[in-house]
Structure formats: structure tokens, C-alpha cells
């Protein structure tokens, strides 16, 4: 299983591969979950490190979508 620092390494990449610039993540539960946005377009990206079974441990327009600036 992937640590929350892990995954934020991962999603960070992945989100400025697609032209986001991500800020600073923003820390929702201890080392369980955290958020991004976008410093250009607001698009934001989450990462669970222990998501329920129907969940996913990256998710949001940030890595699914491409910049719009």
C-alpha cells in the first residue's frame, strides 16, 4: 500500500503532466487524505491513501483534464 506521501508525489506528477501548476497540498485527515488545486485553473486533485473498496487512491480534474490557462 502506497503512503500519503507517496501518493501526493503521484498525483503531483501526474497533474503537471497534464499543465497544472499544483499548489501546496492541504492535509483533510492525518496521514490518510489531502487535496490540491491548481494555481492556474483551480482543477484540484485528492489522494486517499486507504480508500474504501469502491474508491480510488488519486482522483480529481487535475488528473483527468488538462490545464485551461
Known amino acids: 500500500m502506497a503512503t500519503l ?4 508525489s503521484s498525483a503531483r506528477h501526474s497533474a503537471e503532466w497534464r499543465g497544472h501548476n499544483i499548489g501546496k497540498f492541504i492535509t483533510l485527515d ?3 487524505s489531502a487535496e490540491a488545486v491548481c ?3 483551480g482543477k484540484a486533485v485528492y489522494v486517499n491513501s486507504e480508500p474504501m473498496p469502491n474508491e480510488i487512491t ?3 480534474e487535475a488528473v483527468a483534464l488538462g490545464c485551461d490557462d
Open 58 to 60: 488519486i482522483s480529481g
Open 30 to 32: 492525518p496521514y490518510v
Open 39 to 41: 494555481r492556474k485553473c
Open 5 to 8: 506521501k507517496q501518493l501526493k
